[in-house]
């Protein structure tokens, strides 16, 4: 892993899920940053909370909900620091790229999208991942693109293989929920899985990659 998500703030379905610890946790993302010595990003949600979040995080995260939100997107672009943009379940490539846009306008130009599933008429799995997505984003943008398999599945016996797939279409990187005991997980217990799964993801999406004749960046 070369970067650690960890959400302060959770945009829910439900009113009644966690919504994560709000702006008090972000003296523990700070805490972590520290203490593992690695970059970290979160979920920023609202325009208000982007000068604090610029003194926690190393990236921001527009979560799917958000996309749409051009207020945030217009204020993330007046800072500096990576934004990291996941497509709304319901949108079209070419409305995510307009998106990500607002930012650059703005005066951020350092984007990177993420593909994280689409709303289809199939119910077995949470998301549809669309890697169509990625491999016509690599061959027409200049944007880093990557995919995150576990909010594209909703399954965790499904996230190796669409980890593999993604690698294969062109990701330039993956995001995936790690958790020592996915079971407790207050947030998406049922698609995190563990670090040993998650080593095993990573050996083998590294042979896939230099299959491909590229490398996989070691923290």
């Given at each position: 892993a070369t970067i650690l998500r960890g959400g302060v703030y959770k945009m829910r379905?439900?009113?009644?899920?966690?919504?994560?610890?709000?702006?008090?946790?972000l003296s523990f993302v700070d805490?972590?940053?520290?203490n593992l010595g690695m970059p970290i990003?979160?979920?920023v949600t609202d325009p208000r909370q982007v000068a604090d979040f610029a003194q926690a995080v190393d990236m921001f995260q527009v979560?799917?909900?958000?996309?749409?939100?051009?207020?945030?997107?217009?204020?993330?672009?007046?800072f500096k620091k990576p934004v990291l943009l996941k497509r709304a379940f319901a949108a079209t490539v070419d409305e995510w790229i307009k998106a990500?846009?607002?930012?650059?306008?703005?005066?951020?130009?350092n984007v990177v999208l993420c593909e994280r599933g689409i709303r289809t008429f199939e119910p077995t799995t949470r998301n549809t991942l669309d890697l169509n997505?990625?491999?016509y984003l690599k061959a027409h943008t200049s944007f880093p693109v990557v995919v995150d398999p576990s909010h594209g599945t909703g399954r965790p016996e499904l996230i190796l293989p669409m980890s593999l797939a993604g690698v294969a279409a062109g990701a330039d990187g993956l995001i995936i929920e790690v958790h020592p005991r996915p079971s407790e997980a207050l947030s998406d217990?049922?698609?995190?899985?563990?670090?040993?799964?998650f080593r095993t993801i990573v050996e083998q999406v590294t042979k896939v990659a230099?299959?491909?004749g590229r490398q996989v960046e070691k923290p």
């Open positions: 379905t439900s009113p009644d899920a966690f919504q994560g610890l709000g702006s008090n946790a805490e972590v940053t520290k990003v979160s979920e979560g799917s909900r958000n996309m749409y939100n051009y207020e945030l997107l217009r204020e993330l672009g007046q990500a846009d607002y930012v650059i306008k703005g005066g951020n130009d997505s990625v491999a217990a049922h698609q995190a899985i563990t670090f040993e799964q230099n299959a491909l």
